[in-house]
T-cell receptor, first 118, second 109 residues
Framework: GAVVSQHPSWVICKSGTSVKIECRSL??????MFWYRQFPKQSLMLMAT?????????EQGVEKDKFLINHASLTLSTLTVTSAHPEDSSFYIC??????????????FGPGTRLLVL | GQSLEQPSEVTAVEGAIVQINCTYQ??????LSWYQQHDGGAPTFLSY????GLEETGRFSSFLSRSDSYGYLLLQELQMKDSASYFC??????????FGGGTRVLVKP
């Protein structure tokens, strides 16, 4: 399968600080990046979709000014949680879309970043 | 909008067969995917059905009936390592996935 990395794998921060999460697709190019959030014992919820070189599209209920997404290249996307609060504590998972012919149906996920805001 | 329903938990013994059903109500449905997620880990892709019928991949099989808005994941010859959460997810335009609530499978010796 495809190799996707996320950094950091886990982070603990104080309320009010900002946290940047990086997602890299290591062996394929991703024109589209999906960012998901998963609270404990719940399902994955799509937060936003970003296309390389353009602004991200956010799902209903997700604040675009709080969750800043940058997709500057085909192999790197970042999610910044600004002014994090305890309710932002969650498991954040990126999912780059593989554009190679025949591979579009398989959607890979990064290993996730566990965020704990104190 | 899109919604998917699947059982919350299933318990079975090693060697048994488990079927996880998933019913969906979606608009712009392209296909149904299945993912496995172990505690603390990220989801891993298991299968994808775009057309009606059964797809078999080793011990796991997945089925889709578009007319019934229904699919299932079949886990055969259960092993302890299969204890995990399993999610069905519908694919829509732009390859967006909407996930079901997940089914926690507990395999007992």
């Amino acid at each position: 399968g495809a190799v996707v990395s996320q950094h950091p794998s886990w982070v603990i921060c104080k309320s009010g600080t900002s946290v940047k999460i990086e997602c890299r697709s290591l062996d394929f190019q991703a024109t589209t990046m999906f960012w998901y959030r998963q609270f404990p014992k719940q399902s994955l919820m799509l937060m936003a979709t970003s296309n390389e070189g353009s602004k991200a599209t956010y799902e209903q209920g997700v604040e675009k000014d709080k969750f800043l997404i940058n997709h500057a290249s085909l192999t790197l996307s970042t999610l910044t949680v600004t002014s994090a609060h305890p309710e932002d504590s969650s498991f954040y998972i990126c999912s780059p879309q593989n554009v190679a012919p025949g591979r579009e149906e398989t959607q890979y996920f990064g290993p996730g970043t566990r965020l704990l805001v104190l | 909008g899109q919604s998917l329903e699947q059982p919350s938990e299933v318990t079975a013994v090693e060697g048994a067969i488990v079927q996880i059903n998933c019913t969906y109500q979606t608009s712009g449905f392209y296909g149904l995917s299945w993912y496995q997620q172990h505690d603390g880990g990220a989801p891993t892709f298991l299968s994808y059905n775009a057309l009606d019928g059964l797809e078999e991949t080793g011990r796991f099989s997945s089925f889709l009936s578009r007319s019934d808005s229904y699919g299932y994941l079949l886990l055969q010859e259960l092993q302890m390592k299969d204890s995990a959460s399993y999610f069905c997810a519908s694919k829509a335009a732009g390859n967006k996935l909407t996930f079901g609530g997940g089914t926690r499978v507990l395999v007992k010796p």
